[in-house]
């Protein structure tokens, strides 16, 4: 670790030594980029006859071109088969969930077995606090984020109320210093310390989703389970942008949704992980339904419910077939390449975009604004959030009206992401241009 961070740190100073902020600089560094051909595979939004700079892929991921081919693929079967094309459509439909255990499980370090693609993102964080979540007079506590996706917030408080709990008696946030922007990880440790044996559950987003800070899972899961706590990560920013060993880790378990950085459509389905020693526990606690029933006796019909041993066994539904069969086409763009590719590409494209701003900032020395991301590589994946003095929301239009489409959150901050699989350096070159125009007006 001590070694890698070094080679990181050493590897970034050389890029940073290396850059150059001009447009042949990002193009030369385009035609060089071995990924650089994907970029093709995805619709970008136009704006005056030209692609937008696209950086809201951590907000909805472009759509990949084969998505309408995909879905048109399962409007025929459905046509031609009806109900039969559970068994006789191209992916017949019956088992059509089980294509993505294969190459999620590779996107987030697990095992085949340990995931599963079902339902939504919120109502995967209730089904799993559903099993990870039963506190007790002596374990009841909750650390989570501070300024959590409000989502996330709604799922925990309501979680609580329903064991006629008091949030504010049960839910620990985490918060940055004072004047600071993100959670060190030396704060989180010391308060999972705290709440000693009071602890039930670590609930945290692995990727903050407003300052694109990356937590240290693999430390923060160790911690939390020594004190006898279960711990979740909620990976919506994390998954597909950076790499993640969810088992070897031991992670009690994780959620994501696959319409952010896994470019799967609007709403589309979110993915879950459970340890292996969980799913291979029938007597865990769950929210059922068939289709977490025994493959061999589901359609028996019979009464008491035995669990799938695998992740699936948290199912409920059979599957959306329309929005997995986008899904796929957009997973396997993402098999193709592999996440170690992805984030090979990702670091340095960050830190392009970074050094790009940071010349902007120079230029303008009563600097305007300022990242509030980890400026180390290794706390952040592929977004970096800029907090705007002053005029913010006027700087943010101007980079619209410019045919920039970026994330502007409330009071001051604009969020861009550089997408790996899609975005190129001439975008992190064009973006900073016209953030130049935009403080110069
Ligand atoms: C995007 C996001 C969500 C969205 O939840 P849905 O159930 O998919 O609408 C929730 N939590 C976090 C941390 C997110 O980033």
Redesign the pocket.
């Known amino acids: 670790m001590e070694l890698g961070c070094h080679l990181l740190k050493k590897r970034q100073k050389s890029y940073l030594m290396d850059f150059k902020w001009s447009k042949e600089f990002a193009q030369n560094l385009d035609n060089q980029d071995e990924l650089s051909a994907y970029r093709n595979e995805f619709l970008f939004p136009q704006h005056n006859g030209e692609n937008c700079v696209y950086f809201t892929g ?2 909805l991921g472009l759509q990949p071109k084969g998505a309408q081919a995909a879905l048109q693929q399962e409007l025929d079967d459905w046509a031609k088969y009806g109900v039969e094309g559970h068994f006789e459509a191209k992916n017949p439909w019956f088992a059509y969930h089980e294509m993505f255990a294969e190459p999620l499980s590779e996107i987030v370090g697990a095992l085949p077995t340990e995931v599963v693609a079902m339902n ?6 209730h089904l799993m606090m559903v099993s990870f979540y039963q506190p007790t007079t002596e374990r009841f506590k909750i650390i989570c984020e501070g300024k ?5 917030q709604y799922a925990l408080e309501t979680q609580v109320r329903h064991h006629g709990l008091n949030p504010d008696e049960v839910l620990v946030e985490l918060e940055p210093r004072e004047g600071g922007h993100t959670i060190r990880t030396e704060d989180v440790l010391k308060t999972i310390e705290e709440v000693g044996s009071e602890l039930a559950l670590v609930m945290i ?1 692995g990727v903050n ?1 407003y300052t694109g800070q990356v937590f240290e899972m693999q430390k923060i899961t160790e911690a939390a389970q020594k004190q006898g706590a279960f711990v979740g990560w ?1 990976l ?2 994390g998954a597909g942008n950076i790499p993640v060993q969810l088992h070897d880790w031991n992670v009690d378990f994780a959620c994501w ?1 696959s ?2 950085y896994l470019n799967s459509g609007p ?1 589309s389905i ?1 993915g879950v992980f459970v340890h292996q020693r969980h799913c291979e526990n029938p007597d865990l606690n769950r929210f059922a339904g068939w289709w977490g029933h025994d493959k061999e006796t589901r359609f028996l019909m019979e009464k008491g419910f035995n669990p799938i041993p695998t992740a699936e066994s948290w199912q409920l539904s059979n599957a959306p077939v329309l929005a997995m069969a986008v899904h796929k086409v957009a997973i396997d763009l993402h098999s193709k390449i592999g996440m170690a590719a992805l984030r090979k590409k990702s670091l340095k494209l960050t830190s392009y975009l970074e050094f790009c701003i940071n010349q902007v900032s120079v230029k303008h020395s009563d600097s305007a604004f300022e990242i509030i991301t980890p400026s180390n590589p290794n706390e952040r994946g592929a977004q970096l959030s800029i907090l705007v003095h002053g005029h913010g929301k006027q700087l943010f239009d101007f980079l619209t009206k410019e045919g920039v489409i970026a994330d502007w959150r409330e009071p001051n901050v604009i969020r861009i992401a550089p997408v790996p699989i899609y975005n190129s350096y001439e975008d992190c070159y064009r973006f900073s241009v016209i953030l130049d125009a935009a403080v110069n007006a």
């Open positions: 951590n907000s939504g993102l919120t109502t995967n964080l959590a996706f409000p989502s996330d987003g989703y909620d919506a920013h949704c319409y952010k709403g979110s």
